[in-house]
């Protein structure tokens, strides 16, 4: 078995007169992500993961609703650390899908896989914006008025995502492309509905929530519809954004501080 | 100290002790022995849900018709049974005179009382830590003959198991887990015998249909999906790679007894996406087979997919009927493939009858006079990737269809999706993966459709539909009561008309819908069951 433990290797810092055997195990624990975080690391990494992973977390790891398997791209729940996501990948979740990869498999193996799953995130403290994150704090309530539609931190309205912590799970360069080109990929929740009732009235709002059976839509006045889908006469699906572009009306710097300051927010831990 | 020195070393080290079960065993009432001559005639006893499918011709179609489309809209939930182990669940519970019969995730079972849900006893089977399994930890279901259910386990087991008490009479290893075969489905009893498939598909296996005899476990016949070296077929694989080529054989199959055949789908050709190690047709993956009932000897084979490089397993239970087609009495197969087209299959002689697509497909112009795809080119996976339609899961997957003999149509559950596929070299290494490849959705879910379908067999064109949010994986069945069941994935339960696909009935059970609904009677009452998440529910109609 090679599971490593984070508590164990932090008590043989202090106890250095234990034995060479554990004292390799720290090495191990310590420096195995380093050790194998070079692009050729990534790409094996990719490789392996895309043969043995991909089933049930998707070929590009962002999971799959029919297995359960979760994205992968974004906040790990279970796994905060390095050496945490390398003893996942080698004991598995217990009573889950989740197994652990065969005994062979070698740890070197195990700790590319690890980089390239931290390859799918960023490491904000690596990445060097062009941008002001405070003049774009100043932009995003003043100028560009994004907050009369996205609260952050509880400040703000309703009517777009909160984006509190969307730097944790977007990268700047998405971000870029969500403020110039709100088109490009809206996500099924922020799309328009257009719901013509028995009544012959026509409502249009956000799809707030649809099943098999029923739908419900928020107007542009915040006011909640909802509607049995047996009970309506039509339903048109627009898959649009309502958020403007700021490709005209900000600068290019003020783009890059308005990017600067989005991926500035996320949960201080 | 020594006393429980010894004491301890007994239970570390007694295997009777150690194998004991911590739970207290407790008989069902009694029931009369479910004989071949029953199981024939399972549809005479409707109040009973005896096999996977139901019947032999596995129609999924109950005779029981105190629900029925005037008083759908008065069912109430009577009883949950909530599976303790966390996972999905994708059981087909078995009824016999009023004891429930369900497993669970991983490889367990439980006996139940069909009318509370309250437990009587229960089997959990022991399973190795490093299982190989594709998709989930899932077990689909049991047979029974006599008093003695079957079930196959992830580690590739077949187990007897005593359906008054629990207790293990025979449990022998299909094939070795660690060589990546695994079992989920119910087996199918065929006279005194145990049919059953093996899954692994995506681990380079060799796949096969086993017979084992009932009373004893010792196998009877096994018929390998792809022919060895000498056989016939065997040249539509190049090189070796018919070793490796996967075609396994992951859901139930159907019976005739008339012609006593036994009918059962094989899965993909491996590796999946990369067909350039695998030239040829990969006789017999992605095909329907028919058996004969006593040797297991092939009779006919029908393959959906030659050369599959999608994934499209012929993973779906076949439906048995006699219908008339072109103003002839014709014993035909039904089947709804995963690439996306319906067939109507002459089920004497395997000639294909009819042919068209029920769901969204962009990877053949059409199915020539013998059934064959007539491929669009330039449609197989590359390193770089192609949209393809279907995508990997299909038009449908391993969700059991339906037929109805009131309305005489087909019903399937269907999604009309894309998906870009990709290509990878790989080497085999046992145990391992072997797919060579894989795919990737470049929308979001809500973005694509599907429906519950319904099928004219005679003509293989669509008659109804029902839209449902995508991509839902629950089966269909259907009873004398005019009404249709099935779940959808944003965990819905509801009845459609059978003839007009008409909203009857829905209640919202918050999870996704994996399995598919059974239909079953105690005291004259009738009960709906279906899985959704971690609890079966049964439904009845209020008192």
Known sequence: MHLISQSRCKQLVTLSLFSLLFINLSA???????LYNTTYDVNLGERYFERQCSRCHGFDAKGNDETGAPDLTGRLSRASTDVAIFNII??????????????????????????????????????????????????FTAKGDCDSCHMVNGQGGRLGPDLSRIGETTTPEDLGIAIMGPDEEVAPRWWTLRVTGRDGETREGFRMNE??????????????????KDQIQSIERIEQSTMPSYEQSLSESEIDDLIAYMFSLRKEI | MKRLTILLSLVVFNPVFAAEDPFETVMTPAFSPITWERLLNAGDEPENWLMYSGTLDAQRYSQLDEINTLNVTEMELKWAYQIPVIDRAETVPLVVDGIMFITEAPSNLVAVDAQTGRQYWRYDHDLPEDLRICCGRNNRGVAILGETLFMSTLDAHLVAIDARTGNVLWDVEVAAYDSGYSKTAAPLIVKDKVVTGIAG??????????????????????????????????????????????SATWITGAYDPDLNMIYWGTGNPGPDWNGDVRLGDNLYSDSALALNGDTGELEWYFQFTPHDVHDWDAIQVPILADINYQGQERKVMMWANRNAFFYTIDRETGVFLEGKPFATQTWAQGLD??????????????????????????????YSPGYSQQTGLFYVTAFDGEQIFFKRDEDYEEGERFTGGGGRYDQPMDAFHSSIRAINPTTAEIEWEFPILPRSSAGITSTAGGLLFTGSADGYFFALDAATGEELWHISLG?????????????????????????????????
Do not use: C
């Open chain 1, 90 to 139: 080698r004991t598995g979740v217990p009573n889950t899908a989740m197994l652990p990869v065969a005994e062979a498999v070698t740890d070197a193996t195990v700790w590319q896989l690890v980089a390239y799953i931290n390859s799918l995130r960023y490491n904000p403290d690596l990445v060097d914006l062009d941008g002001n994150s405070e003049s774009g704090a100043r932009l």
């Open chain 1, 28 to 34: 191990i624990a310590e420096d195995g992500g380093a």
């Open chain 2, 511 to 543: 999870r996704r819908v994996h399995a598919a609904p059974m239909t079953y009677s105690v005291e004259g009452k009738q009960f709906v069951t279906i899985a959704s998440g971690n609890v079966v529910y049964t439904f009845g109609l209020k008192e």
């Open chain 2, 369 to 398: 006079a013998n059934g064959r795809p007539v491929r669009v080119p330039g449609m197989e996976p590359t390193y770089e990737g192609i949209m393809v339609s279907p995508p990997i899961t299909g038009g449908t997957n391993w």
């Open chain 2, 201 to 246: 598909g995506e681990f380079g296996i060799r796949g096969f249909i086993d017979a084992y005899n009932a009373e004893t476990g010792e196998l009877e016949w096994r018929t390998y999906t792809i022919p060895g070296e000498g056989e016939p077929g065997n040249d539509t694989w190049s090189g070796d790679s018919w070793k490796t080529g996967g």
């Open chain 1, 211 to 228: 099943d098999s059976f029923s739908v419900r839509i928020m107007d542009n006045d915040s006011n909640l519809w909802s509607f049995r």
